[in-house]
């Protein structure tokens, strides 16, 4: 979905998904593919020449400081380049655990932070994850509108009205 003009990066640390990534997307010009860790290559990708980014940051988090480390890692890159969008995915596995992300990223400094998360079962301690969610940093100025319609739409025919949705502003302008 990219325009003429635009390109990507892609960085993916693990070795599979990297030679997936890269198979997929050697053959365009527009994309680039690098095996090595997000955390660090976010920093130094920042800021992009064209000074305009929406960046994804989708970490595994499989060690448990990835919560700290992407919240640090966001920050860190806002720093160099504070207009850019950054959109973090998250699972909903443990409540307490994403009542601290999002405190954390409440105490960062970094203004006009938006949360939304679509859980297709209600919390539970035992379940595994039930949902998933994204904290954006400079979230386009329509998309909480939009969001506000298309979550109990896909609430309702993804998990037949038995899940759950929110959106929060975790921090103004």
Known sequence: MLRRHDRA?????????????????????????????????????MPPIERRAVTLIDPSYEVK?????VVQSVKAAHKKFNTGVYMIWYPVINREQIDRFEQDFINSGMKNILLAELS?????????????????????????????????????VLAEGKGDWRIRQLVAE
């Open 9 to 45: 990066r892609l960085i993916e640390l693990h070795a599979n998904e990297y030679e997936n990534l890269h198979e997929q997307f050697a053959s365009n010009k527009r994309f680039k593919t690098e095996q090595r860790d997000g955390f660090q290559g976010l920093n130094e990708v």
């Open 120 to 156: 297709l079962y209600p919390d539970t301690d035992h379940a595994g994850m039930t949902g998933s969610g994204l904290v954006i940093v400079n979230p386009p100025w329509t998309l909480a509108e939009s969001l506000e319609l298309t979550l109990p739409y896909l609430q309702e």
């Open 65 to 69: 400081t990835d919560y700290q480390t």
